[in-house]
Every structure is written in structure tokens, then in C-alpha cells.
């Protein structure tokens, strides 16, 4: 995409990417200017994604655009999210948390015009206990724990892979090895290589294994906790008889 | 006035709010003002929603949503069926409650 600003020469003036010195000898006064590259390409592309986001808040959430500051509009909205997010971990489903999000954000709403979003959001407390104290005790399965559990360990296990890399390649440069392959014994399928490269370089390699998922899954279902559906069911039963 | 005892509040709360939606539909936030006007100046938000939340999970209040001009749409709460005779048990219970505890409160300021 470029954007070029016209020129008011003759037809037979400057062509663009004529030297100026050409320009000077056939006389002629005006010269073009174009404005492009990747800046505006990307000046341009953000206009337009600032004018549809504008379009669809106002069509959806037309209050957004009406007063108020934007700081507390962040506020509320974080404030929202957050509460989602704790709804999600005891086990609340979609639908559900979205009324519950939607009431909270009208509620915050309305008394942030009255004593602001800061006071407002205050009010309402701790939003892990609000989110606690809204639903009912959750007693099947913790998918939204067993999920992020799920991730913190996966994070970890990477986190140890680059820590072992890392500890690889500085063994090998002490010992001088050109190449270097490590396997772990403990962890199957977990493995580093190093090699020196041409120019003085080095480059390291980490083989993950089966061993990332497998922790990620025992980290879900530790705390997922599914032998509480049926838990569940065998209390429903109970309580249907 | 003195602040209210949280714990006998939370005893109370779900009748006070039956009420009130009984004798208006409200939502959330008008109801926190409504009752901090009625005396319960301490009373926090972050009270008031879990109540309401509860009761309609319990099918004691119906809610309806209403669009407004100056922000979301509200969330409006009328008492079901339901909930008028959750209303009414709480209120005798209450009452129940208040003349035992004034009998106590009596009998104690006599022998002192």
C-alpha cells in the first residue's frame, strides 16, 4: 500500500525516481512526493482497525462510548474479567458466567456514577469471594483447575528443559566436545544435543518426549479431580431414591 | 448508629430482599442503595450480589433483563411463587425469633 501525494507537473514532467539534477534541466518547478513503506502500510492499518472496533462497541456496547472516563471503563471491564475468571475456576459454565459477568459489569455500572469505579469496585470486595459466594458449592469435577494446573506444569517442565540445555551446552564448551548428545534416564524421550556449528557458533537441541504431556496430564488429573462425577451421580441417585 | 452484627445480617438478608422485590422490582445496585438508605448504612455490595444470585439459583426470584440508556442492561429480580412463600415462613420465623429473644431480654434485665 503506498499513499502519493499528486503532482501539478506538466505530462511530460518528473517521472518518480528521476534524479533531481534531470528535473532542474528540463525545468521543471513541481516535483511528486510519495509517502509509503511499511510505516504507513501500518498507520493505515491501524486506522482501519480503530474505526471497526469503534464501529462494533458502538453497536454492541454503545454506553462505552458515551462519558466516563476511560480509566474506569478498564477497571470495570478488568474487574469483570477477573471475576470471570474465578467463576470459570470453580466449574460455572459459559452461559452462566456470562450473566453473572453482565450483571457485575451493570452493577459496577451504575454505582460508579455515583461514587466512581474505584470505590465501586471496592465495594464489592474480593472478587475470588464474590465468585465464591455467588454459585452454589460445585461438587463435580474442577475442569478449570485441572486445566490450569495442566499448564503451570507444562510450564515448568519447559522451564527445566532450557535450564538442562543451557547446563548442556556450557559442560560441553568446558570440555572442549565438538558434539554432544544427553539422555535422560529418568525422564524417557527426554533429550538435549549440542554441536559446535562452522564460524564459532553453537546450537542446542531439546527432544520433549511423551514426558511433558504425561506430567501435564497427571497435573490435570490431580486436580480436575474427575471421580467427583460420580461422586455425583452416586449422590444424585441417593437422593432421587 | 451502631454497624450491624455481619453474621445476623446474613440471617436476615434473603428476607430483607424478598421484600424489597416484592414491593418493587429492582435490580442489584438500586437494592444495595435502597437498603443502605433503610439503615443498613455499612452494608457492602459485595454482599448484596451473592444474596441475590443464590435466590435466583434457589428459584425464589425471577429475573428479567432490561436495557438502559446510560449503561448495561440491569438486571431486574421480582419474588416467584416461590419465593412469596419463602417470604412469608422467614417473616414468621423472624417474628418467632424476636419474641423468644425479647422473652430472654426481659426475663435477664428483671433478675438483674
Redesign the interface.
Known amino acids: 500500500m503506498s499513499t502519493s501525494v499528486a503532482s501539478t507537473a506538466p505530462t511530460d514532467a518528473l517521472t518518480a525516481g528521476a534524479p533531481a539534477a534531470e528535473a532542474v534541466a528540463r525545468g521543471v518547478t513541481t516535483a511528486g512526493v510519495e509517502v509509503g513503506g511499511p510505516v504507513a502500510d501500518l498507520v493505515f492499518a491501524a486506522f482501519v482497525l480503530t474505526v471497526i472496533a469503534v464501529v462494533v462497541l458502538w453497536l454492541a456496547?454503545p454506553?462505552e462510548l458515551?462519558g466516563g472516563r476511560l480509566v474506569d471503563k478498564i477497571r470495570i471491564g478488568e474487574a469483570a474479567s477477573s471475576y470471570d475468571f474465578w467463576l470459570s475456576l470453580r466449574g460455572v459454565g459459559g452461559r452462566r458466567r456470562r450473566?453473572?459477568r453482565?450483571?457485575?459489569?451493570?452493577?459496577l455500572?451504575?454505582?460508579a456514577?455515583h461514587v466512581g469505579a474505584k470505590e465501586?469496585i471496592a465495594?464489592?470486595?474480593?472478587l475470588r469471594?464474590?465468585a465464591h459466594?455467588?454459585?452454589?458449592e460445585h461438587r463435580g469435577p474442577r475442569w478449570g483447575y485441572g486445566v490450569a494446573a495442566g499448564f503451570v506444569a507444562v510450564e515448568v517442565f519447559l522451564m527445566a528443559q532450557v535450564f538442562l540445555a543451557t547446563v548442556v551446552a556450557d559442560a560441553a564448551q568446558a570440555a572442549g566436545a565438538r558434539r554432544l548428545d544427553v539422555a535422560l534416564t529418568l525422564v524417557p524421550g527426554m533429550s538435549v544435543q549440542y554441536e559446535e556449528v562452522s564460524g564459532g557458533g553453537f546450537s542446542v537441541g531439546t527432544e520433549f518426549g511423551p514426558a511433558s504431556l504425561v506430567v501435564a496430564a497427571l497435573a490435570f488429573v490431580a486436580f480436575a479431580q474427575p471421580w467427583r462425577l460420580l461422586t455425583r451421580r452416586g449422590a444424585g441417585a441417593v437422593t432421587s431414591v | 448508629m451502631p454497624a450491624h452484627d455481619p453474621q445476623m445480617l446474613k440471617g436476615v438478608l434473603s428476607l430483607l430482599l424478598l421484600q424489597l422485590c416484592a414491593t418493587q422490582e429492582d435490580?442489584?445496585?438500586?437494592l444495595?442503595v435502597r437498603l443502605q438508605q433503610l439503615g443498613f448504612a455499612d452494608l457492602?455490595?459485595?454482599t448484596v450480589?451473592?444474596a441475590l444470585?443464590?435466590l435466583e439459583?434457589q428459584g425464589f426470584l425471577d429475573a428479567r433483563l432490561v436495557r438502559?440508556?446510560?449503561?448495561?442492561?440491569?438486571?431486574y429480580y421480582t419474588p416467584t411463587a416461590a419465593g412469596i412463600a419463602e417470604r412469608s415462613r422467614a417473616l414468621e420465623a423472624w417474628d418467632s425469633l424476636v419474641v423468644a429473644v425479647a422473652s430472654v431480654l426481659t426475663t435477664q434485665e428483671v433478675s438483674t
Open positions: 456496547r454506553w458515551r450473566e453473572l453482565a450483571e457485575l459489569r451493570a452493577n455500572w451504575e454505582a456514577q465501586a465495594g464489592v470486595g474480593q469471594r464474590l459466594d455467588s454459585v452454589p | 435490580y442489584g445496585y438500586s444495595v457492602a455490595e459485595g450480589y451473592p444470585s443464590r439459583s438502559s440508556a446510560s449503561g448495561p442492561a440491569r438486571k
